[in-house]
């Protein structure tokens, strides 16, 4: 019931409270979505570029970094994963940190190192220019492995974009965050952290009919007609520096606003509410062993379909949510197993 209230009350905020029908919640929409549609179809053919069975990787970073939440990318190494951050930090030309943890990381190498300075002068304060509180773009490797000592503060800055530097607590600017493992995590003070990525998925390596094509590609045998991905040279490997026409490129206020305006141009409908609600249910009560589904993560959800809703040219969530539902549900069970 508790949940539900939160649920409903962030319906009501994304109809403005006035009920209104599916039809008149796109004629009151507070943002014409035709331009960002047609600037985020353009990012995910120009990330595409090059990478061969990635599509769906591609789509669900781009709707992350839309609604402002983090994805997790599951998979072996060498199957692109820290490829699609570093073309999302290119496309919206921002600041972008990338990083491999390994059991003896040490917050310095987030974070930043400790102000010789300022501890002269008794202050405990990081420099964080070009580590992880500074960036708008984040990869980093292997995330199950961070300590105690790096844990509780990527918390923080993955929830509240909130970094505390000394006395004071500044403002993160992170877009997204792709976090990237070989295997689940094992160990439970690791729930926390798992439980910040909205968005998961498993990346396997290419199949046997498309590796000759990526092969091909980066061979230098077969060039794409555009001029998305410049090639390192005439023939042979390719470079992955990302060219886009300025007209058509995302900017940060579009991964800024998206967010806010989905929440007041889509309607949530009763049923979708009871719909999230009873999912959670059946998950947790109906399972054995129960898979457990946080608060957090229904309310999050919430907006990540709203948000949807708005790309995909939809003014309820009624068309929308029952696949995502459906995927979800799938997802969590299978993971499970």
């Known amino acids: 019931q508790h949940l539900e ?26 943002i014409d979505t035709s331009e960002l549609r047609a600037k985020l179809e353009n990012a995910i053919r120009v990330m595409q570029t090059g990478l061969v069975e990635r599509e769906t990787e591609v789509r669900l970073l781009m709707l992350a970094a839309m609604c402002r939440e983090h994805i997790l990318l599951i998979g072996p190494p060498g199957t692109a994963k820290s490829e699609v951050g570093r073309r999302l930090s290119q496309l919206i030309q921002g600041s972008y940190f990338e990083r491999l943890l390994t059991r003896f990381s040490v917050p310095e190498e987030l974070f930043g190192p400790l102000s010789m300075r300022a501890l002269e002068e008794d202050k405990y304060v990081r420099q964080t220019r070009g580590y992880l509180p500074d960036a708008q773009v984040a990869f980093i490797d292997e995330i199950f492995k961070a300590n105690s000592a790096i ?32 295997e689940l ?73 998206t967010r806010t305006a989905a929440l007041s141009a889509v309607r949530v409908p009763q049923h979708v509410i ?50 995502v539902l459906y995927c979800e549900a799938a997802r969590a069970v299978v993971e499970y197993v």
């Open 274 to 323: 009871q719909l999230l609600a009873d999912l959670r249910s059946y998950l947790q009560d109906k399972i054995e062993p129960p898979v457990y589904v946080s608060d957090r993560r229904l309310v999050k959800a919430v907006a990540l379909m709203q948000v949807g809703c708005v790309l995909y040219r939809h003014a309820s969530l009624s068309l929308f949510t029952f696949g």
């Open 5 to 30: 209230a939160i649920l409903e009350q962030q319906a009501a905020a994304g109809s403005n409270g006035n009920g209104s029908s599916s039809s008149s919640s796109s004629s009151a929409g507070v």
């Open 185 to 257: 995590p094992e160990s439970e003070e690791l729930d926390a952290l798992y439980d910040r990525f909205l968005l998961r998925k498993e990346v396997k390596q290419v199949s046997v009919a498309g590796l000759t094509q990526m092969l091909d590609y980066y061979a230098g045998n077969s060039y794409d007609d555009g001029d998305s991905v410049t090639p390192s040279s005439s023939r042979g490997a390719r470079s992955t520096t990302i060219q886009v026409d300025p007209s058509a490129q995302l900017t940060m206020d579009d991964f800024q606003q």
């Open 151 to 182: 844990l509780n503060t990527l918390l923080t800055i993955l929830n509240e974009r909130l970094f505390d530097n000394g006395s004071q607590r500044l403002k993160v600017p992170l877009v997204t965050l792709v976090g990237a493992s070989n």
